[in-house]
């Protein structure tokens, strides 16, 4: 197969991990006999420092022209503490969303056998949990109508759905629970946000359509505490685009790293992969940036394109990475020179020989820049 993939590394941490992204996907292109090609742009903070916005037309024409996208993370600390700023990294990605409609975001989150005492959760609490976060993406108080007053002491942010865009990422997650339990959860506020209970109209009236899924309701702040206290009850989460935001980034705790969570973001045309995590600034150029995130969003970018055993070799390689301990500072509690760029060249090196990547494990840790 031939794919032409827009790659955004973006900031902070970004540029990294998605390095590590691409050079699996390289793998996977030799191992399968696949032709990738890779063509990057400028996104968020690094974009506004050389154009003065935060999405360049020439990086939305490379995304439009690509077959999909390989996203990284944006956001600088510096407009932590700019209110007033005019333009703003994060304004990129909302662009980039909305211009090429990017409506469902998916994110998996799933508890691994060998990471489980990394969580401050019991494990008989998030042992086997499987969890998938449908969050509505390209509407919502995120692009609702912004005011402030003229005197500064007041503002509003308009959180604002149509019936449309409920629709069409509710048949996604109905779908999806057909494949797994059968069982679908919609967490809002119905009791006192307006949009919630045109969201809980909408959902109770096609859930017929699916009469072999049972179908839930909770409050987000019920579904956030009992995220934490029982998460193996859930199996597809649908929500809207904050409450979604934020349970997936809770959700976080389950699997030991934010580290661990990727997603993918789908439209009627585009597709867009990217780690859940943000810039993590503070991070950058250490070495110490956990990759698999970004790798586990290039393995569901083959799954969109139907690569399924080229994205199971890959998640045998995290898998097996995360059973020897080949894990950045996050989650390594064994070894110390465990860097970002070493967890990708484990992973690569699996898929390039599975049977011999144990034999190969010392070399890492005499650090080595690639294993031989």
Known sequence: MKLHIAVLPGDGIGPEVTSQAVKVL??????????????????????????????????????????????????????????????????????????????????PVIAYEDLLNHSPLKNKCI??????????????????DKTLSEDGQSAS???????????????????????RQR??????????????RLWRKVIMEMAPQYPNVTLDFYYIDNAAMQLILNPRQFDVILTENMFGDILSEEASVIVGSIGLLA????????AMFEPIHGAYSKATDKGIANPIASILSATMLLDHFGLLDEASLIR??????LKLHITT?????????????????????FINHP???????????????TII
């Open 183 to 196: 069982k679908l959860t919609l967490v809002d506020k119905a009791n006192v946000l307006a949009s919630s």
């Open 26 to 107: 390289k793998a996977i292109a030799m191992e399968f006999g696949h032709i990738f090609t890779f063509e990057y742009g400028l996104i968020g903070g690094a974009a506004i420092k050389k154009s003065g916005t935060a999405l360049p037309e020439e990086t939305l024409s490379i995304c439009k022209k690509a077959d999909t996208i390989l996203f990284g993370a944006i956001g600088e600390p510096k407009y932590n503490f700019d209110p007033d700023a005019k333009v703003r990294p994060e304004q990129g990605l909302l662009k980039l969303r909305k211009e090429l409609d990017l409506f469902a975001n998916i994110r």
């Open 329 to 349: 500072p996050d989650l390594n509690t064994k070894y110390d020179n465990i860097s970002t760029s070493k967890v990708g060249d484990f992973i690569e090196d």
């Open 127 to 144: 042992k086997d949990t499987d969890i998938i976060i449908y969050r509505e993406l390209s509407a919502g108080i995120y692009y609702g």
């Open 316 to 321: 045998k390689a995290i898998k097996k990475s």
């Open 355 to 369: 049977e011999e990547t144990n034999l190969n494990f010392k070399n890492i840790h005499l650090g080595q820049s």
């Open 263 to 270: 997603s993918a973001s789908l439209g009627p045309k585009y």
């Open 157 to 179: 942010d308009v959180c604002q759905y149509n019936r449309f865009e409920i629709e069409r990422i509710a048949h996604l997650a109905f779908k999806a629970a057909q494949s």
